[in-house]
């Protein structure tokens, strides 16, 4: 009752933009957990700038739950298809992708961290840039059941969709208008995406 009379105080625009936010976000960031080619992290943080910026209460919350299970179904689905293709005497489309995104090197540190700590890993990497898809890979290589990877993967996907919400906070509070913080929280998420990946080829880079 509280939140359908938070509902009808609400500005018509913005009770609006709540309709269509929110079916659009789930729907996004499920097709960036089976396609990860849609920026999901820029997503979310800049959806909780608008909600930020919102009247209604619970705004934040429901930006949260959005994020969270639709990474979480999105995360489940993939791993499944994954799981049927290893049964399949040819394997899957989806199989090879998920394959083709996780480099040997990346893939055996994945499968030594997941046999020395279990389910923790999976939390790490989500949080960590281009972790989630070798991690997942390793479960798929060490037979885990649905079961078992959807029970490690739903705390990696609520601390996911925290972790960016509080980046889409914090650009929201910096700034006065939505489209500022909206800037600098793809800004931030991008720049989190992105740094690791150089700082691993400065590393790798051959000395001389």
């Excluded at 991690?135 to 060490?142: F, G, N, Q, T």
């Excluded at 037979?143 to 609520?158: H, K, M, S, T, V």
Aim: charged share 15%; with cysteine.
């Amino acid at each position: 009752m509280m939140a359908l009379a938070a509902a009808t105080t609400a500005p018509p625009a913005e009770s609006a933009q709540q309709a269509l936010g929110y079916p659009s976000l789930f729907l996004l960031v499920l097709i960036g957990a089976l396609v990860p080619v849609v920026p999901t992290g820029a997503l979310v943080s800049s959806a909780a700038v608008v909600a930020f910026h919102q009247t209604a209460p619970f705004s934040l919350a429901l930006v949260f739950v959005t994020a969270s299970l639709a990474a979480f179904c999105g995360d489940a689905t993939l791993y499944w298809l994954g799981r049927r293709g290893r049964r399949s005497r040819n394997g899957s489309r989806w199989l090879a992708a998920i394959r083709s995104r996780a480099p040997e090197e990346r893939l055996a540190r994945a499968q030594e961290k997941l046999a020395d700590h279990g389910t923790a890993v999976l939390v790490l990497s989500r949080l960590v840039p281009a972790g989630r898809i070798p991690v997942m890979l390793a479960c798929l290589m060490a037979d885990w059941p649905l079961r078992r990877f959807a029970r490690g993967n739903l705390p990696a996907c609520l601390a996911w969709a925290v972790t960016y919400q509080l980046i889409g906070i914090l650009g929201g509070s910096l700034f006065p208008e939505p489209w500022q913080g909206v800037v600098a929280a793809v800004a931030l998420t991008l720049l989190i995406s992105v740094v690791p990946g150089l700082w691993r080829r400065v590393r790798e880079r051959p000395a001389g």
